[in-house]
């Protein structure tokens, strides 16, 4: 099922948008990857795979394989949520690659490419290189979400991966703000609730002092 609510894509990360990809946003937990449309439209709006391929692995697929995709990939997104709740806060240092061999053994299947195209005339040369992939079997459909973790893992200062301060809140989110003050998955979501409940607090406590 496609969900009917836009998936989340306000870590600043697409590694931690990927696990970011079942929350609560409202009342109801959603589960984006529940199943193989879920999977799809996800990629789809994570921008990680072109429409076209989309459409031919629908038709290509046989019955219930992006369904089983789908589950893979909720492995994968658990697996590598607990390596980002134990490693978060810190820096990553060499001794920590071992435990990402999964995630090494996934990158090995892809079969990318690199490719010269044209580049808009606005722009000062007239090619640039394009990395492509092959989307040979619908597997290949996991290889751009582990490339966004071996981003992550490779590219980002894990002293600033955070987890929303929102007391029931899953969302995770690089903070890349200056000065690393960022607290809230989004204003709109936490930072509002956070400050109603705040002020609700001191209200009471006028009153009670009163
Ligand atoms: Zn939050």
Do not use: Y
Not at 56 to 85: N, T
Not at 125 to 141: N, Y
Not at 189 to 201: D, F, I, L, P, S
Request: contains cysteine; glycine residues 4%; charged residues 25%.
């Amino acid at each position: 099922m496609t969900q009917p609510i836009p998936a989340l894509f306000l870590a600043d990360s697409l590694g931690l948008d990927f696990l970011n990809s079942v929350a609560t946003p409202v009342d109801t937990p959603i589960d984006w990857l529940e199943d193989g449309e879920g999977l799809l439209s996800w990629l789809q709006q994570a921008r990680f795979v072109p429409d076209e391929v989309i459409s031919s692995m629908r038709v290509r697929a046989i019955p219930g394989e992006i369904d089983r995709l789908a589950a893979q990939a909720r492995s994968l997104r658990e697996w590598f949520r607990a390596f980002v709740k134990e490693h978060k806060g810190h820096r990553l240092t060499a001794a920590d690659l071992s435990e990402l061999e999964p995630l090494n053994q996934l990158l090995k299947r892809d079969e990318g490419f690199d490719e010269i195209v044209a580049n808009g005339n606005d722009e000062s040369a007239a090619f640039r290189l394009l990395r492509s992939r092959r989307w040979t079997s619908p597997e290949a459909l996991l290889l751009p979400i582990a490339e966004s973790l071996a981003h992550l893992v490779c590219e980002e200062d894990f002293s600033h991966v955070k987890a929303c301060e929102g007391p029931t809140c899953t969302l995770l989110f690089a903070d890349h703000t200056r000065g690393h003050a960022r607290r809230w998955c989004s204003m709109a979501m936490c930072g509002n609730r956070a400050k109603q409940a705040a002020h609700r607090q001191r209200l009471k406590s006028t009153r009670s002092n009163a």
